[in-house]
C-alpha cells in the first residue's frame, strides 16, 4: 500500500486515560508521557450518573467506570507543572454539566498555568437525567452547547485585555452524528472523531460543511478518537487524511498503564523515525 507522504512532524500521538484513577497522578507519570512522545494528554469527565436512566436510550454504558471519572481540571493543572510541552485535553467537557462563566475562568486559569497548552473537547452528553439534574433539556442540548462556546469566547475575549499570556484554546467537538460536521464549520476549529460510529465518509462531509459556511477545510482539524493501534491501520488513515491520533488507554493499575504507555509510546517511535 502506497501511503499518502506526510512529514511525520505534521503526525501528533496522543492518549486519553479512560480509567485514570486520580491517585495514580503524579510528576513522574505526567513526565514519561511527554518523554514518550506522546502529543498531548486528554482525560474524560462527567458529573454524576443517576441511579434511575430510563428514558436514556444508550444502554451499554458501565456507571461504575464513568462515576469514578475525576475532575480533568484539576488533574490537568497538576500535569502543567510537571511537563513543559505536553499539551493538555479535555475528551470531552460536557457544556450541558458546566456553568459556562466558571468554566471559562476554569480553562484560562489553566490556559495561563499550562503556558497555553490546553485544548478544549466538548460535547452535549448522553445521559439525559444527568443532563437535567442540571438544568439542561436533553433535546435541546447542541443549542445549549453552541450558546455556551460563545458565552466562552466573549468572556476570553474580555479576558484578553487583563492576562497578556491568556490565548483562547482549539474548541473540538466530541460526537458523531450527522450533524457534527455542520456544526464544527460553524463554531469550533476541529472535530473529535470516532470513525467506527460516524456513518458516513467524515472527512467528506467536513469539507462539504465547511464548504457551506464560507470557512476553509484547511482551517479545521481533526483528531481521531480511539485510533488504531497496529501501525498497517495507522498507515491507513494516513492515507485516508488523518494526522491527528488519539489512542485510548483503560490499564487499571499503574503497572497495567505504564505497559500500555510504553508499548505507545514504541509505536510512535516508529513514525517519529520516519
Not at 457544556?95 to 484560562?108: E, P
Not at 442540571?134 to 475575549?157: C, P, T, Y
Not at 466530541?174 to 467506527?196: C, F, H, I, T
Not at 467528506?204 to 497496529?230: F, N, T
Request: charged share 25%; net charge positive.
Amino acid at each position: 500500500m502506497v501511503v499518502r507522504q506526510v512529514n511525520s512532524g505534521d503526525l501528533t500521538f496522543s492518549v486519553c486515560l479512560t480509567n485514570f484513577d486520580p491517585y495514580l497522578s503524579s510528576g513522574l507519570l505526567y513526565k514519561t508521557i511527554e518523554k514518550l512522545g506522546f502529543y498531548a494528554l486528554f482525560l474524560p469527565e462527567n458529573s454524576h450518573v443517576p441511579v434511575d436512566r430510563s428514558k436514556t436510550l444508550k444502554k451499554d454504558v458501565d456507571p461504575e467506570r464513568i462515576r469514578g471519572f475525576c475532575d480533568p481540571y484539576p488533574v490537568l493543572s497538576s500535569c502543567a507543572a510537571a511537563t513543559k510541552r505536553l499539551m493538555l485535553g479535555t475528551s470531552v467537557t460536557l457544556l450541558t454539566q458546566r456553568d459556562a462563566h466558571f468554566l471559562a475562568r476554569s480553562v484560562s486559569s489553566l490556559q495561563v498555568l499550562s503556558n497555553n497548552r490546553f485544548i478544549l473537547g466538548i460535547a452535549g452528553g448522553f445521559i439525559r437525567e444527568a443532563m437535567e439534574n442540571h438544568g439542561s433539556e436533553f433535546n435541546a442540548r447542541w443549542d445549549i452547547v453552541k450558546s455556551r462556546v460563545l458565552q466562552m469566547k466573549g468572556d476570553w475575549r474580555e479576558a484578553n485585555s487583563c492576562l497578556s499570556r491568556f490565548q483562547m484554546p482549539p474548541i473540538f467537538i466530541g460526537s458523531n452524528s450527522s450533524k457534527v460536521p455542520l456544526r464544527v464549520a460553524e463554531y469550533a476549529d476541529g472535530w473529535m472523531l470516532r470513525k467506527q460510529i460516524y456513518k458516513g465518509d467524515a472527512l467528506s462531509d467536513l469539507r462539504v460543511a465547511c464548504q457551506r459556511r464560507g470557512r476553509p477545510y484547511s482551517s479545521v482539524k481533526v483528531i481521531l478518537m480511539g485510533a488504531p493501534q497496529e501501525r498497517s491501520e495507522i498507515e491507513q488513515e494516513i492515507f485516508y487524511g488523518i494526522n491527528n491520533f488519539l489512542f485510548f488507554s483503560s490499564g487499571e493499575d499503574k503497572s497495567a498503564l505504564e505497559d500500555e504507555l510504553y508499548k505507545l509510546g514504541e509505536l510512535i517511535s516508529n513514525f517519529k523515525s520516519n
